[in-house]
């Protein structure tokens, strides 16, 4: 990203937020927060006339930079709305700006929340206040946030998120949610072999549990994508970019999956609940026992190789790699993946370094 772009775009911001009667703005001051592949995100600190000062969070959509398919900026908006008005804790919405005249693209424009979420680099069980915290400390802060996902899954179609319902993939539910993935799959990989996928999508249709109830997914949920106060209570849940409606075991599989990864390698720290306890916090919170844990793993485990997999073609697309290598077959997430279908283990390769290296210099 340019340095002119951010200029370009910040001033763009600057002159929508000068437009609006509602802020009354004196001086503003952006920073870059990320520039991820669908849309980027900044900070504005808009300090008033009055001397009111507000903190805001513009997410600038990226056209074609979706990792995950069918998302939109639009629902985006909807979804947070429609969990606010459930008593979910989510920032809120300002403005969903659609005329693309504007910056060049849409853009969401948020308030800004207060917390502090699980660091992902360094790792949040190697280093960070995660780390720092006292064993029941920490058990409060999983029990805290596995309850916040049981609460957004517990919500239905009926609740306002009808527009969730992606019918060109099949009946709402698990068949349509495995229809998603099924179109995601030929975007993220194409023609390209890997096997490791294409075996994951094939045990996840030939296993599927029936009979579970359609309900709201979150899409992202993750340690990384909670706000918490210094008392560990959850200010705010944060990026519903694949959010959508199925088996809320979706989210607890996405879950389970990531803190696998994330665990890997690494002793346990204490206070973290296990797994039967994890479980038991979610169904709590969530209304019913959950199902077919292991299954939704192995879902979570096949999404987030289709990540990988999309994110690499991306790189390829937008020239940061020269060609698509092995990445989408011959990655750490491929070898966790067979390992829990009883796969041979792909070897990872020279090509997945060239990806890691590509993706940190964007």
Not at 128 to 142: C, E, F, M
Request: a negative charge; proline letters at 5%; one cysteine or more.
């Amino acid at each position: 990203m340019s340095a002119k772009h951010e200029i370009q775009i910040t001033a763009a911001l600057e002159n929508w937020l000068r437009s609006r009667p509602d802020l009354d703005v004196g001086e503003v001051t952006f920073s870059w927060a990320s520039n991820g592949f669908s849309a980027e995100t900044i900070f504005a600190e808009v300090l008033g006339r009055g001397g009111d000062r507000r903190n805001l969070v513009f997410r600038v959509e990226q056209p074609g930079g979706q990792i995950f398919l069918d998302t939109d900026i639009a629902d985006q908006a909807r979804m947070l709305e429609a969990l606010a008005s459930n008593g979910i804790p989510v920032p809120e919405v300002l403005a969903l700006e659609e005329d693309c005249g504007v910056a060049g693209r849409r853009f969401l424009v948020m308030s800004r929340c207060q917390g502090r979420n699980f660091p992902q680099s360094p790792n949040y069980l190697a280093n960070g206040w995660v780390k720092d915290l006292t064993a029941p400390q920490r058990s409060l802060l999983w029990s805290n946030a596995l309850t916040v996902l049981g609460q957004i899954n517990r919500l239905t179609a009926d609740d306002g998120f009808g527009f969730l319902d992606r019918p060109q993939y099949g009946d709402p539910g698990l068949d349509q949610y495995l229809g998603w993935l099924s179109a995601w799959r030929d975007v993220a990989v194409g023609d390209q072999p890997s096997a490791v996928i294409d075996a994951a999508l094939d045990w996840l249709l030939t296993n599927r549990p029936g009979n579970l109830p359609v309900q709201v997914i979150w899409g992202d949920s993750n340690p990384c994508n909670i706000l918490f106060d210094t008392d560990l209570n959850v200010t705010a849940a944060l990026d519903f970019e694949a959010a959508a409606l199925g088996p809320a075991e979706v989210d607890l599989g996405w879950w389970f999956f990531m803190e696998r990864r994330r665990s890997h390698g690494r002793e346990q720290l204490s206070g973290v609940p296990g797994r039967a306890e994890c479980v038991a916090i979610y169904e709590k919170a969530l209304g019913r026992p959950a199902v077919a844990v292991d299954y939704f793993e192995v879902l979570g485990g096949l999404r987030m190789a289709l990540v990988i997999a999309r994110t690499n073609r991306r790189l390829v697309e937008t020239g940061a790699l020269s060609q698509l290598g092995k990445v989408a077959q011959d990655n750490p997430i491929a070898v966790t993946l067979a390992g829990l279908i009883g796969r041979e283990a792909p070897v990872v390769g020279e090509d997945f370094g060239a990806f890691v290296t590509a993706v940190a210099g964007r």
